[in-house]
């Protein structure tokens, strides 16, 4: 049982480039969220998602899309990176409240 | 404002030595309450969690909480620390009828030998 898979694991991307994380979870598991992680901030909610086909803010959406086409994906889009960017993501999905994390995207801006 | 502390950024413990990490919450409603774990490089994983009940909940690797309303407070132990216990530790708490969960700013253990 796979779990919450997360890719690419690391990635260097120059300011204005875009890209996507990509997230996958073999549990079928409605809800689905990505977090971003800074240095002694804890984990922030970027996006979150209640099912296949919605998708709500969370606390720092800003630069950021997503999409929940299928229960099993959720995708993350940075379109235009900037160097505030530059962070830990991690996608994790739930049921009843208890959360399964991948293992994270960590991603720098320069 | 709706919060979740974890006052200790940073603590260093002797191997075999107790540990205690706090946390405590600023919520309405008592809310359900969790400890996760991160060790370098990896993603979290839940070390024990609190829905209702006794207060004094186990959890794996050895680790307990505690839940005291009273102080709005959910601190984590263990009696004799391992040298592999040394991560990052997040409290986190969430809420019936919603899955999200907010997570506080985290405390990172080290253990000396």
């Known amino acids: 049982n796979a779990g919450v898979t997360q890719t690419p694991k690391f990635r260097i991307l120059k300011i204005g480039q875009s890209m996507t994380l990509q997230c996958t979870q073999d549990?079928?598991?409605?809800?689905m969220y990505w977090y971003r992680q800074d240095p002694g901030m804890g984990l922030k909610l970027i996006y979150y998602s209640v099912g296949a086909g919605i998708t709500d803010k969370g606390e720092v959406p800003n630069g950021y899309n997503v999409s929940r086409s299928t229960t099993e994906d959720f995708p993350l889009r940075l379109e235009l990176a900037a160097p505030s960017q530059t962070s830990v993501y991690f996608c994790?999905?739930?049921?009843?409240?208890?959360?399964?994390f991948g293992s994270g995207t960590r991603l720098t801006v320069v | 404002a709706q919060s979740v502390t974890q006052p200790d950024i940073h603590i260093t413990v002797s191997e075999g030595a107790s540990l205690e990490l706090r946390c405590n919450y600023s919520?309405?409603?008592?809310?359900?309450l969790f400890w996760y774990v991160q060790s370098p490089g990896q993603g979290l994983q839940l070390l024990l969690k609190y829905f209702s009940g006794d207060t004094l909940v186990q959890g794996i690797k050895g680790f307990e909480a505690e839940f005291k309303r009273s102080q709005s407070s959910f601190n984590l132990r263990k009696p004799s620390v391992h040298w592999s216990d040394a991560a990052e530790y997040f409290c986190a708490v969430g809420f019936y009828n919603t899955d999200k969960l907010i997570f506080g700013t985290g405390t990172r253990l080290q253990v000396f030998p």
């Open positions: 919520y309405g409603a008592t809310p359900y």
């Open positions: 549990m079928n598991h409605n809800y």
């Open positions: 994790a999905s739930s049921s009843t409240i208890l959360y399964t």
